[in-house]
């Protein structure tokens, strides 16, 4: 039972961090602005290669078929 209790409060700890590391991640970016890449940059640099696409691609069409199609 105490396990259980401690797999609770960290599932719930990860899903705290989520928001509290996007609010770190946006005051770094104002405070720091030449640090960070933009997002059409970092799209840029990461869909070069063919590879890249084709595995968003097919994530989007897994996601499709199991929350739109599967209901």
């Known amino acids: 039972m105490i396990g259980m209790v401690w797999v609770h409060v960290l599932v719930v700890a990860g899903y705290a961090l ?11 970016a104002r405070l720091w ?3 960070l890449a933009g997002l059409g940059e970092l799209l840029a640099v990461v869909f070069k290669t063919r590879a890249a ?7 989007v069409w897994w996601l499709g078929w199991h ?4 209901g």
């Open 18 to 28: 989520v928001p509290v590391a996007g609010v770190a991640l946006v005051i770094f």
């Open 33 to 35: 602005p030449a640090k």
């Open 53 to 59: 696409r084709m595995t968003l691609l097919m994530f």
């Open 67 to 70: 929350f739109l199609v599967g």
